[in-house]
């Protein structure tokens, strides 16, 4: 069965780093522009779908966050598939370096923000948004100074950031359902049963899996369950075998096929309709607000330390080996990217706060743009000092 090569996914993602950027960026000028009401008005717009006896209305912004982004995280979950059972996750050595750094880069930015809002309302569940790295802005930002360095960097940051998606899928499940209808979910259930069915069947038309996610899609969306776990749930029922033989894996046809308009697309929008803020009102104390605070240093203190201090733990306790060829300075310029947050961190803010309290939505924002800037900038430099150091020392050996 062949593969995508794991180069070509870097590019990829790299490549979708950039024009997130720019998407944000836009959103930033365009919110604080003479046209923002142009650009609230939009995001905040009613727009009603109905298929049947289906109906939902709400807002653009709603049906980007609950919408597209469940396209996105059924993307992120056949990934997270196809890397346990054929890719990277599937090699236990490999395996636990990676996923120990992003316990590490987890747990630290999450107790970060409960120190700094203890006690506070603004705890609930926005603990979890600096817990999130963004793979694409992370991959962006090293491959503009990964010129040098080794690839084995590339593909720690990689697995990191695949099974820190992985633990932020978990965290939206547990913290972000709420007042479930069990009668919808076990639709949802009875859906994912047939698409798992689907399976055996080797020639289903591609099309059947298609309904299937709709109908899955529908159903938790009205049950209550935050409908990223449905788009990782039907990833998980896609069978990573060919339909025949010398054919690709269903899987990766899925993955290549969708990947690039999850790039390209859905997620430059939701980084355009999620990013933008007024500026109006921003002083001193919104910079340092709890609120703030918490995902600022979470993301950008939090994360460097968990990262690197579970790498360096596991290497001292045995437990695993440092990416291949990188020296320390390198692995703490990785550790560093990783407080890039911006596209999760920005969808688990959203989803902790309701659209009516804009001042808490405005805080995360800040802190998630400060952070993922300040990480960027620091991890891009580092790892720009290390490229130079080594290529000092090839010079000298040479």
Request: aromatic content about 10%.
């Amino acid at each position: 069965m062949s593969r995508r090569p794991t180069l070509e996914f870097l590019q990829t993602e790299a490549a979708s780093g950039l024009i997130l950027g720019s998407a944000a960026l836009a959103a930033l000028i365009v919110a604080n522009s003479p046209w923002s009401d142009l650009y609230f008005g939009f995001i905040h717009a009613p727009f009603t779908v109905q298929v049947g006896a289906f109906r939902e209305t709400a807002e653009v912004l709603d049906w980007v966050k609950h919408g597209l982004m469940a396209v996105f995280f059924f993307v992120v979950g056949m990934e997270i598939k196809f890397e346990v059972l054929k890719g990277e996750l599937a090699n236990p050595r490999r395996l636990a370096m990676p996923v120990l750094a992003a316990a590490g880069g987890m747990a630290l930015p999450a107790l970060i923000y409960i120190a700094f809002n203890r006690g506070q309302p603004a705890i609930h569940g926005a603990w979890a948004a600096p817990t999130a790295t963004d793979i694409a802005f992370a991959l962006a930002a090293l491959a503009s100074v990964s010129r040098r360095l080794p690839s084995s960097l590339r593909i720690f940051l990689l697995t990191l950031a695949i099974a820190d998606d992985l633990g932020a899928v978990g965290l939206i499940a547990v913290l972000f359902s709420s007042h479930i209808r069990w009668a919808l979910l076990l639709g949802a259930g009875l859906v994912l049963l047939g698409m798992a069915g689907l399976g055996r069947w080797r020639s289903a038309p591609f099309l059947f899996y298609a309904v299937g996610f709709l109908l899955v899609w529908g159903f938790t969306l009205k049950s209550g369950v935050s409908t990223s776990v449905a788009g990782v749930l039907a990833a998980f029922t896609v069978p990573i075998g060919p339909r025949r033989r010398g054919q690709d894996s269903v899987l990766r046809y899925f993955l290549d096929s969708l990947h690039p308009y999850v790039a390209f697309a859905i997620l430059p929008l939701f980084a355009f309709v999620a990013a933008g803020f007024s500026f109006n009102g921003l002083n001193g104390g919104q910079l340092t607000a709890p609120v703030t605070l918490g995902v600022l240093l979470g993301l950008f203190i939090g994360k460097q330390v968990g990262v690197f201090g579970a790498v360096l733990i596991a290497v001292l306790l045995k437990f695993g080996r440092k990416p291949t060829g990188a020296t320390w300075l390198e692995v703490y310029g990785v550790s560093l990217l990783c407080g890039v947050g911006f596209t999760m961190s920005l969808f688990i803010a959203a989803l902790a706060f309701p659209d009516a309290d804009i001042k808490h939505q405005n805080q995360v924002r800040l802190g998630v743009v400060l952070a993922s800037l300040l990480s960027a900038a620091g991890g891009m430099a580092v790892l720009s000092a290390a490229g130079r150091l080594r290529a000092l020392r090839q010079a000298d050996s040479a």
